[in-house]
């Protein structure tokens, strides 16, 4: 069995999780998939971490595999276990989240029947005590198997995490997450994409991401900047990729990820002058695209208007920023 190479690599970053870890590697370890690796890398972690990685390698030492290096980032961190993975498909776990059992069976066989580089699943938010807060449907309204060319919709319309998808390796084979920059997942995942010709999808929520009471109230800084610069990289990719005729996509993925879910990191940037001085970079991001307000508050997602789809107060903190009154909102956020 151990001269078997693996169907799949997973790859768990880790820092400092020691509160986290067991429940994440045991629903590795527990994969319905049998023929499996589980690339555990320790990014300098201060913390237990290590030793609990340490314990789990020797109580599965056919399926993990531990590795420690210097703190260098989740991208880093991911790179490493990449140059080191053998299996023909990859996944990305986040090392504070965890995973159904059977999703990497199910996601395997649909990237196996429907000769797909890249398969997606549903997320659940959850909180620390397992219940789910919100379900992120990720492709309503789409088939099973999906045909790029006459589905590009999926994409400006999907949600560009790495963690609930499964990739064939090759895509990885000129491309890696960039160092050293926030947002590394709009920044590469698109442009995995932009290899593919098929995608899979299940509709089932395999991938719990938990809210972790100590992260959501960090605060939001100049490193937001750095989705614009993602964006920036895509259209570079975009226009050299077999879709490059896509214009209207292309707009939209802008739009959805340039502008709104900039908005949203901006709503949460305390320091009044960054605030300005980070609006002005969506303002200028904006004229270079020649985006126009109508665009954005006529933007639709999975067939529906977005700004209408919104919650109240997001929507009154979007209304107010395109009419201008950027002062009021620092009252209403």
Do not use: W
């Not at 989740?74 to 999703?103: H, Q």
């Not at 069976?105 to 890249?118: R, S, V």
């Not at 010709?197 to 490193?223: G, W």
């Not at 997602?301 to 700004?307: E, H, P, S």
């Amino acid at each position: 069995m151990t001269n078997v190479p693996p169907k799949v690599s997973i790859i768990v970053p880790v820092y400092n999780v020691e509160n986290y870890l067991t429940k994440c590697l045991d629903s590795l370890v527990k994969q319905s998939l049998p023929n499996i690796e589980i690339l555990v890398v320790n990014d300098g972690s201060k913390d237990n971490s290590e030793k609990i990685i340490e314990e789990y390698a020797q109580r599965y030492p056919e399926k993990i595999k531990a590795f420690t290096k210097e703190n260098g980032g989740l991208s880093d961190a991911r790179n490493f276990g990449i140059d080191r993975a053998a299996g023909d498909y990859i996944g990305f776990v986040d090392s504070d989240d965890y995973v159904s059992e059977t999703m990497f069976e199910e996601m395997f066989l649909l990237a196996e029947k429907h000769q797909a580089k890249m398969v997606i699943c549903n997320i659940q938010k959850v909180d620390e005590n397992g219940k789910v807060t919100q379900k992120l449907t990720q492709l309503p309204n789409m088939p099973e198997k999906i045909a790029l060319e006459s589905n590009f919709s999926v994409f400006s319309d999907i949600s560009y995490f790495a963690c609930n998808k499964l990739f064939k390796k090759e895509l990885f084979n000129q491309r890696r997450f960039k160092k050293g920059v926030h947002f590394e997942d709009i920044q590469l995942i698109p442009q995995l994409l932009l290899e593919c010709d098929t995608i899979a999808q299940t509709q089932n929520f395999h991938y719990q991401y938990l809210e972790r009471t100590d992260s959501i109230t960090k605060t939001h800084t100049e490193k937001g900047l750095d989705m614009l610069k993602a964006v920036a990289d895509v259209e570079n990719i975009f226009n050299e990729s077999q879709y490059s005729h896509k214009k209207e996509e292309l707009k939209n993925f802008q739009i959805f990820e340039g502008v709104y879910s900039f908005l949203a990191y901006l709503a949460f940037v305390k320091k009044e002058e960054l605030f300005y001085s980070m609006s002005d970079q969506l303002v200028l991001f904006m004229k270079e695209r020649q985006i126009k307000i109508q665009d954005i508050l006529k933007y639709s997602r999975f067939g529906k208007n977005y700004l209408l789809s919104l919650p109240l107060k997001k929507k009154i903190f979007y209304l107010l920023f395109f009419g201008g009154q950027k002062r009021l909102i620092r009252k209403l956020v």
